[in-house]
């Protein structure tokens, strides 16, 4: 029964601290654009001009 009284107010303080980093995450904008970084990995990058000298 004793070791209810340390874990209650320890889960409650992590389940805040969990709570207060999603806001501040949600709130920084870092669920804004979901489907950019998935779509980005697919787009090719456009050759650097070292690359085109090389290459001719």
Same mark, same amino acid.
């Given at each position: 029964?004793?070791?209810?009284?340390? &874990?209650?107010?320890? %889960?409650?303080?992590?389940?805040?601290?969990?709570?207060?980093?999603?806001?501040? /995450?949600? $709130?920084?904008?870092?669920?804004?654009? &979901?489907?950019?970084? %998935?779509?980005?990995?697919?787009?090719?990058?456009?050759?650097?001009?070292?690359? /085109?000298? $090389?290459s001719n």
């Open positions: 029964m004793t070791t209810l009284v340390y &874990l209650i107010p320890v %889960a409650l303080f992590l389940g805040a601290l969990g709570l207060s980093g999603f806001l501040w /995450a949600l $709130r920084s904008g870092q669920y804004e654009d &979901l489907d950019g970084a %998935a779509e980005r990995i697919l787009i090719e990058p456009d050759q650097r001009e070292g690359d /085109a000298q $090389r």
